[in-house]
T-cell receptor, first 118, second 115 residues
């Protein structure tokens, strides 16, 4: 149980285009979803926190207008990289958390999306 | 603000031996959680073990154990009987329990198991 999916797993796009990444909790309702970014050989950096039905909370230094996050339901959050540029190339990982004793306050991670902007 | 420090960027261990990965943390929150994740080359984050700040006993999960020393603010991961499949990046992370379980990650340790 507690499976989180991400789609697509890999995407290559041209500079200037927008890319949407979906994050779904398959067998539980996610009260909160998180979006992380990971550059090669580096750690995960939190980009934003989203709760269903409310605006995402972005970490300092993350451009809200460039990384649009929509959390339309308790099982789906989307990250749209607008007007992508080569420096946006990275590994994007989402995670979801839920309340309840099963969770142990755990975040369940998606498999990640590797974005390459040409 | 929370901070997680992993001082070992890379480590080697001989197959079948035990290895300890270091993690120290800093927080002003009275209640927090500590996690270890494994990230193989595929990129997926695999949950290994969890320790709550108020847990009296050290957490164990199979070959993984967490050496929690609250006064020293350390949460080292011990892997017993290393296997070749243990070669991966390992991340220590701390959650803010009063902030929707937001995670702060350490810089990671790359573990390489030698046959």
């Amino acid at each position: 149980g507690a499976v989180v999916s991400q789609h697509p797993s890999r995407v290559i796009c041209k500079s200037g285009t927008s890319v949407k990444i979906e994050c779904r909790s398959l067998d539980f309702q996610a009260t909160t979803m998180f979006w992380y970014r990971q550059f090669p050989k580096q750690s995960l950096m939190l980009m934003a926190t989203s709760n269903e039905g409310s605006k995402a909370t972005y970490e300092q230094g993350v451009e809200k207008d460039k990384f649009l996050i929509n959390h339309a339901s308790l099982t789906l959050s989307t990250l749209t990289v607008t007007s992508a540029h080569p420096e946006d190339s990275s590994f994007y990982i989402c995670s979801a958390t839920t309340t309840g004793t099963r969770s142990k306050n755990e975040q369940f991670f998606g498999p990640g999306t590797r974005l390459t902007v040409l | 603000a929370q901070k997680i420090t992993q001082t070992q960027p890379g480590m080697f261990v001989q197959e079948k031996e035990a290895v300890t990965l270091d993690c120290t943390y800093d927080t002003s929150d009275p209640s927090y959680g500590l996690f270890w994740y494994k990230q193989p080359s595929s990129g997926e984050m695999i949950f290994l073990i969890y320790q709550g700040s108020y847990d009296q006993q050290n957490a164990t999960e199979g070959r993984y154990s967490l050496n929690f020393q609250k006064a020293r603010k350390s949460a080292n991961l011990v892997i017993s009987a290393s296997q070749l499949g243990d070669s991966a990046m390992y991340f220590c992370a701390m959650s803010r329990l009063n902030a929707g379980n937001m995670l702060t990650f350490g810089g990671g340790t790359r573990l390489m198991v030698k046959p």
